[in-house]
């Protein structure tokens, strides 16, 4: 009890030191705007949704965010990316499961007329991915081998979470980004393949981690969003960590998706504002391409305290503020 107790002020001591720096750089980078009327989204109790994932489909944006309160991936709908509205739950924990206690940190991706929704799973400390299908994007079942990845290399340690997954049709393969490490906070982003989204094959070594060139990235990364563009490269966006408790939003591309990624001269793209309702930190971000109007919509995680909400910026698509690092 007493360990226990120094634990927690130790920690809110180190919590109040690392959150000086939220404000070491500009709300947003060069080419970038947070949307006036943030936030976007928010719960009826205020502050639990978090880890949102946006694709636009059938002339609609759809969204996947996690419920910190219900445990829970809930499912909306928006016209025009602002304005969202609630269509149901997607799938939910389960209390007396081994590894799905809690669900969360969900990509949904529509293909041949069938929804795939990859997942986050936790339960002891630990997390996977796991596996839901459904014929009409709004009810789920999971599928029957689940988990379908765990934490098994040594870069994983104890967690692997936060997948983004897309169809690439000229290797006809699911490639899937995730987030690996620790339980908390992960501590790289990793690569797998997979001819049917349910077996993968696992990239050997991180292909994104901490760099101690930039202040704001030099403790780790964590949850990326990743796109194709027109020209075939793949871009990237995710969560750069300064500490363990400021986490701002940065932009990468890549030919393959995996090796030689270039990181954006704007980052960090998104970071906390004093007195805003993202004051303490920005991350997970969900990234989609507006290739009529050359822009980035960009949906993501705004926390004070411990209220966590949606918000919403737009981006140039301009490739002056790329460079090689």
């Not at 060139?213 to 990326?224: E, I, N, R, T």
């Not at 793209?269 to 822009?295: C, F, T």
Request: net charge neutral.
């Amino acid at each position: 009890m007493h360990n226990d107790l120094l634990s927690r002020i130790e920690k809110k001591i180190t919590r109040t030191i690392n959150q000086k720096h939220a404000y070491d750089f500009d709300g947003t980078g060069i080419g970038w705007n947070k949307f006036e009327n943030n936030p976007v989204l928010s719960d009826e109790h205020g502050g639990s949704l978090f880890d949102p994932f946006v694709r636009r489909i059938n002339g609609k944006y759809m969204m996947g965010v996690s419920n910190r309160r219900t445990k829970s991936v809930e499912l909306y709908e928006s016209i025009e990316g602002t304005l969202w509205k609630k269509i149901g739950v997607a799938i939910t924990g389960i209390p007396t499961s081994e590894w799905e206690k809690d669900v969360n940190r969900a990509c949904f991706l529509h293909r041949n007329s069938r929804w795939y929704l990859w997942y986050t799973g936790q339960s002891e400390g630990k997390s996977y991915i796991g596996l839901a299908t459904s014929a009409d994007g709004r009810k789920y079942d999971r599928y029957e081998i689940n988990p379908v990845i765990k934490p098994e290399l040594e870069f994983e340690k104890k967690s692997v979470m936060n997948p983004c997954v897309m169809y690439d049709d000229c290797s006809n393969m699911f490639k899937m980004w995730y987030a690996a490490g620790e339980s908390y906070e992960p501590d790289v982003i990793a690569y797998a393949e997979s001819t049917d989204g349910i077996h993968w094959k696992k990239n050997p070594i991180p292909v994104m981690s901490s760099n101690a060139d930039f202040l704001y990235q030099k403790a780790k990364v964590g949850a990326c969003d990743v796109v194709r563009m027109k020209d075939g490269r793949y871009c990237m966006a995710y969560i750069a960590y300064q500490n363990i408790n400021v986490a701002r939003i940065c932009l990468a591309y890549s030919d393959d998706g995996i090796s030689n990624w270039i990181y954006s001269k704007s980052n960090p793209i998104l970071s906390p504002e004093r007195g805003k309702w993202d004051s303490h930190a920005v991350y997970k971000p969900s990234i989609v391409l507006d290739e009529e109007n050359n822009k980035f919509l960009l949906w993501y995680n705004g926390r004070t305290n411990h209220c966590e909400q949606i918000g919403m910026a737009l981006g140039e698509q301009n490739d002056t503020v790329f460079a090689r690092l």
